[in-house]
């Protein structure tokens, strides 16, 4: 299920740790909904490799899940490959198997996105103590699955009035990122200028 940028990172099973490490690698779950934003995926990774390419050892493990485990566009056109599927990940986590993070990446379409797979998993997530950050939109997904009830965040500028709207007990900020005990969001990309 986990793997790295690169296949040579690629772990033996769904939770082994990093070769030559050691310390078992930080495994992350991202979750990518179509028309997520490549940019903002992009600037989360990168980073997480960088930080194992300059360290020499792989710190960080990450699987991409789609819906269906079939791949997924992004708002640009371009496919990205998904080890796994909502389903999948929704039962490793009710089975104790559990990655240390799960990451929401959706884009333009995000009211429309909701599914029951997907509810599940941010659901368990909640239940089992797994934190979770929704980059960009996807903060819209934690707040229809209510796990934002009564609890400050952060969306995408061109969704924050809408949110606003319609979940009327989140509360909505402008901030970059908003992080809580287990929850964590942020707005991906700054509004434009107007001036």
């Not at 690169?6 to 078992?24: I, Q």
């Not at 659901?123 to 960009?136: M, Q």
């Not at 903060?139 to 209510?146: D, K, N, V, Y």
Request: charged fraction near 20%; include cysteine.
């Amino acid at each position: 299920m986990f793997g790295g940028g690169s296949s040579s990172r690629r772990s033996s099973g769904p939770w082994a740790s990093a070769k030559g490490a050691d310390v078992e690698a930080y495994r992350l779950v991202i979750l990518a909904l179509p028309g997520f934003s490549q940019l903002t995926l992009s600037s989360f990774v990168d980073p997480l490799r960088l930080a194992d390419s300059v360290s020499g050892r792989a710190s960080f493990e990450w699987a991409i899940a789609s819906l269906d485990g079939n791949p997924v566009e992004c708002a640009s056109g371009l496919s990205l490959s998904a080890s796994t599927d909502f389903a999948s990940t929704g039962q490793s986590l009710h089975a104790g198997k559990r990655p240390n993070m799960v990451i929401v990446c959706a884009g333009d379409r995000v009211e429309k996105q909701t599914s029951a797979s997907l509810l599940r998993v941010l659901r368990l997530c909640g239940r089992h103590g797994v934190p979770i950050a929704a980059l960009g939109t996807a903060t819209w997904l934690l707040a229809e699955s209510g796990m934002l009830d009564d609890t400050a965040c952060t969306i995408h500028w061109d969704k924050r009035a809408a949110l606003s709207e319609t979940f009327s007990h989140v509360q909505v900020t402008d901030r970059l990122f908003v992080r809580n005990a287990r929850l964590a969001t942020c707005a991906g990309s700054s509004r434009p200028s107007t001036s």
